[in-house]
C-alpha cells in the first residue's frame, strides 16, 4: 500500500514538476517580454476571471472525483456514469449562461476594473468558461479513477499547447494583437484544443454518459465546496483590484503600484507555489485513497495517510523556505532580472508553510465530507484577510499582498485543526517535531543566506545557487531523519523493492 502510493506520487509530481517547470520558463519570458506593468494587468483579469470560473468549475469536479473513487470501491458503474453526466450538464449550463451574462453586460466591467486594458483582456479569458469546465469534470473522473498517468498529462498537454499558441500568436501571425492580448486570447484557444482533446480521450478509453439523473444529488455536495471556493476567489480578486488603487492613494504611481502588484502576484508567487505543487501532487494521490479507506471502514489507515500527509507537507515548505531564504536575490536576479522581486521572495517565503498546509487539509477535509466545516473556517480566515489588507497597505505597501494571505490562512489552519483534531491522529510528539523543524529551518535559513553572500565572492551566482541547494537539503534531509520524520525502515522497504 506504501510502495504504491510513493510510486503514484513518483509518477505524478514528475510529470507535474516537469509541467510546472515548462510553465515557469514561459512565465519567466513572459515576465520579461511584457515587464512588470503589463503583467500587473494580465494578473488582474486573470483573477477576476478565476472567480467568475468558480460559478461552475470548482467544487463540482472535487464532488466528481470524490464520488468516482466511492462508486469504484463500492463497484457501481451505473451511479458513476451517471454521476459525470450530471456533472456536465449543471457545469456547463452555468458556464454557457454566466457567459452569455458576461457579454450581455460588458458596460458593468468598467466600473470593475480600474484600467480600461484589463476589459479587453477579461472578455478575451471569457469564453474559456464553458471549456474549463468540460475539462475540469472530466480530468476529475480519471483522477477518482486512480489514473494519475492521465490526470498528469491532460495538464501537460494544456500547459504546451498553451505556449505553443502563444508563441504563434507573438509571433505576428494577428499583428494588430498587442501582446497582452494574444496571450489571453492564446489561452482561450489553448483551452479548448486540450477540452476537445480529453473528450476524444475519454471515449476512446471506453468512457460513456449516462441519463443526468443525479443532478440535485451534484448541486448539493458542491454547494459548500463551490461556495468556498467562490469566496476564496472573489477575496482574492477583490485584492488584485483594491490593493493598487490603495497603494496609490497613499503614494504610489498608478504605473509604480500596477508594477509592485506584478512583481508579487506574476513573478513571486508563482516561485512561492512551487513546494505547494509538490502537496498538491500528493493529494492527487492521497485522496482518492482516503474515499475508499473511508467507504470501506478503514479508520485506522484513514487516520495514518491523513497524518503522514501532513507532516510530509510540513517538510516540504520548510525545506522551500530555507532556500527562498538562502539565495532568493540570486535566484531572483538569474530568473527575471530584478533584484527587487528578490527581496519580495526572501521576505515572503514564510507564507508558505501555512498557506499549503492548509490547502492540503481542506483538500482531505473536503474529500471526506465535511465541506460546511471548511466553509466556516475559510469564510472566518476570509474576513481576516479583508481587514488585514486594508488596514496594512499604508504600512507595508505591497507586502500587505503576502501578508494577508498569510492571515487568511493562518487562521483559517487554526480553526480547521482544532475542528478535525480526532481525524488527525497528532500526538504531542507531532507537534514537539514540528517546533523543532521549523526552528532548525530557521537558523538553517540564516545559515545558508551567510554561506551564500561568502560563495557570491568565489563563485559566480548560479554555481552557488547549486551548490547551497545540494548542502542545505542534505542538511536538512539530516534533521528529517534526526526527528524520525523520515522513517528509515519504510525507506529501505520501498528502495529494496524498488532496485
Not at 363 to 376: C, D, P, Q, R, V
Amino acid at each position: 500500500m506504501i510502495n504504491k502510493i510513493i510510486k503514484s506520487l513518483f509518477t505524478v509530481t514528475l510529470i507535474s514538476t516537469i509541467t510546472r517547470l515548462i510553465s515557469f520558463c514561459f512565465n519567466v519570458y513572459l515576465s520579461r517580454r511584457l515587464g512588470a506593468e503589463l503583467l500587473g494587468l494580465y494578473q488582474i483579469a486573470a483573477s477576476v476571471f478565476m472567480f467568475f470560473a468558480c460559478f461552475c468549475a470548482s467544487g463540482i469536479p472535487i464532488s466528481v472525483s470524490r464520488k468516482t473513487a466511492e462508486y469504484k470501491a463500492l463497484k457501481n458503474v451505473a451511479k458513476q456514469r451517471q454521476y459525470l453526466t450530471s456533472s456536465l450538464v449543471l457545469s456547463v449550463g452555468l458556464a454557457s449562461i454566466l457567459t452569455l451574462l458576461i457579454f450581455c453586460n460588458q458596460k458593468y466591467l468598467f466600473t470593475i476594473f480600474s484600467d480600461d486594458r484589463c476589459v479587453k483582456l477579461f472578455l478575451c479569458f471569457t469564453p474559456a468558461l464553458i471549456s474549463s469546465s468540460v475539462y475540469c469534470i472530466i480530468r476529475s473522473s480519471f483522477w477518482g479513477e486512480k489514473k494519475f498517468l492521465i490526470y498528469s498529462l491532460t495538464e501537460f498537454f494544456e500547459e504546451i499547447t498553451k505556449i505553443v499558441m502563444s508563441f504563434c500568436f507573438l509571433s505576428g501571425v494577428i499583428s494588430y494583437l498587442s501582446d497582452e492580448i494574444a496571450i489571453s486570447l492564446a489561452f482561450t484557444i489553448a483551452d479548448y484544443l486540450t477540452s476537445f482533446a480529453l473528450i476524444i480521450f475519454y471515449f476512446v478509453k471506453g468512457g460513456k454518459l449516462a441519463s443526468p439523473k443525479q443532478m440535485l444529488s451534484v448541486a448539493k455536495i458542491s454547494f459548500p465546496i463551490t461556495s468556498i471556493r467562490l469566496y476564496s476567489s472573489f477575496i482574492h480578486s477583490f485584492t488584485a483590484i483594491i490593493l493598487p488603487l490603495m497603494l496609490v492613494k497613499f503614494g504610489m504611481s498608478t504605473m509604480s503600484a500596477t508594477s509592485a502588484y506584478g512583481r508579487m502576484s506574476g513573478m513571486v508567487m508563482p516561485l512561492l507555489n512551487a513546494p505547494c505543487s509538490i502537496c498538491s501532487a500528493l493529494a492527487i494521490v492521497i485522496i482518492p485513497e482516503l474515499v475508499t479507506a473511508k467507504a470501506l471502514n478503514q479508520g485506522e489507515k484513514l487516520n495514518a495517510s491523513i497524518h503522514k500527509s501532513l507532516m510530509f507537507c510540513v517538510s516540504i515548505c520548510c525545506l522551500f523556505i530555507v532556500l527562498f531564504v538562502s539565495y532568493g536575490k540570486e535566484l531572483s536576479a538569474i530568473l527575471y532580472q530584478d533584484l527587487i522581486v528578490g527581496k519580495y521572495l526572501m521576505l515572503s517565503s514564510i507564507i508558505v508553510l501555512p498557506i499549503c498546509i492548509d490547502q492540503i487539509l481542506v483538500a482531505i477535509m473536503n474529500s471526506l465530507g465535511y465541506e460546511y466545516k471548511t466553509f466556516l473556517s475559510n469564510f472566518i480566515g476570509g474576513l481576516f484577510m479583508l481587514v488585514s489588507i486594508v488596514f496594512s497597505a499604508k504600512f507595508i505597501g505591497i507586502y500587505a499582498l503576502p501578508f494577508s494571505m498569510m492571515i487568511f490562512h493562518s487562521v483559517s489552519l487554526v480553526i480547521n485543526l482544532l475542528r478535525f483534531n480526532k481525524q488527525l491522529n497528532l500526538k504531542n510528539t507531532s507537534f514537539k517535531n514540528v517546533i523543532i523543524l521549523v526552528l532548525s529551518s530557521g537558523v538553517l535559513a540564516y545559515i545558508g543566506n551567510t554561506v551564500t553572500k561568502i560563495l557570491n565572492n568565489f563563485i559566480p551566482a548560479f554555481w552557488s545557487i547549486v551548490l547551497q541547494t545540494f548542502l542545505l537539503s542534505s542538511v536538512f534531509c539530516a534533521v528529517l531523519f534526526m526527528l524520525n520524520i523520515v522513517n528509515k525502515d519504510v525507506l529501505k522497504k520501498f528502495l529494496t523493492k524498488t532496485n
